[in-house]
């Protein structure tokens, strides 16, 4: 399509505004598709496009969406109100909305009704369009714009709620999940294994010097030792299973299966070397901290704990009750509680 020589602009809009506005005619008439174009470029509009078919239209709005679409309402194959409807379903899909005016012979009460209930923005009809296309279309281009805009705001808003939400299942000094993470992928993990076959187990590692080195070298050496721990937990278990720091000496490990033996003895005591028995290489020299290591099974064949919340809770308080020269502790749900 080449360009005119640009026309007067409409008074309350800007050079730019009408330039920048992509507008989709559809008409399977070519005279009446030429007669609206060059109304719209005298305007001052430049971003056309035109289709005679519905289908046409279709595939042209999926390459690039418009603004506006002008569509004759009566067309052969397709009308304009079945292209309306499609044309909605895709702004749906893209996240974007598309101001539809239908050019019509139609002015009767029913159609009206028929054309707003099936998605349609506005209609003209034919008849008026050297009279009243143009304030149409000006008045389209803003609501289009202003309903954009609050699109693109709400698209923005809920990135930002998810980052922030993200955010505030992190912990900050290990970059691991904290209790909030662990308790939603438990929660995950027992609406996915009810009523199927598997096993998940949660272990729960209780530092019991974290404290006492603390006081000694620093926050800095206590952060040093639990990401050190956080880092030898994530080594020793699988790459889908979960760590977490729940507290400021508690580290969390969700294990999931599809099939049996979620979680071993052989599995619990190499935790507990990796984290207890070897020393820690610091800046501070080496370290070795103490604690206990405690299992939580639960077996989709058995009642499973009513809420991810309730099964946490009461892990947290049996590790609590763990003697400290006990060095590991397992538990086995049945019937909905621990046995």
Known sequence: MSDTPKGPEHPGLTPSETHDTAI????DTKFSSAIIQRMLV???????????????????LKQRPAELMLADWLMPGMDGLELTQLVRELDRRRGCFTYVMLLTAKENDEALQEAFAKGVDDFIGKTHLKTQLLARVHAGQRLSRLHNSLISRERQLKDQFRAVTRMNRLDA?????????????????????????????????????????????????????????????????????????????????????????????????????????????????????????????????????????????QALVRLQKIPVEQRHAMHVWQNGQSA
Not at 24 to 27: G, K, S
Not at 42 to 60: E, Q, S, T, Y
Request: proline share 2%.
């Open 24 to 27: 989709m005619i559809v008409d």
């Open 173 to 313: 000094t290990t970059g691991l999940g904290n209790s909030q993470h662990l308790r939603h992928q438990l929660d995950r993990t027992l609406v996915h294994i009810k009523g199927r076959t598997g096993q998940m187990g949660l272990i729960l590692c209780r530092i019991d010097n974290l404290g006492e080195l603390a006081t000694q070298g620093g926050r800095a050496l206590r952060n040093e030792l639990i990401r050190e721990a956080c880092n030898r937990l994530t080594e020793h278990t699988r790459p889908l299973d979960d760590t977490a720091r729940l507290g400021e000496n508690i580290i969390g490990v969700l294990l999931h299966s599809t099939g049996g033996n979620v979680a071993t003895q052989k599995l619990i005591r190499r935790l507990y070397d990796a984290l207890f028995t070897r020393a820690y290489s610091t800046t501070s020299g080496f370290m070795s901290l103490t604690g206990c290591i405690q299992l939580d099974l639960a077996d989709a064949s058995q009642p499973l704990p009513a809420s991810a919340e309730w099964m946490l809770e």
């Open 42 to 60: 005298n305007a001052g509009f430049r971003d056309i496009r035109i289709a005679d078919n519905a289908i046409d239209a279709l595939d042209a």
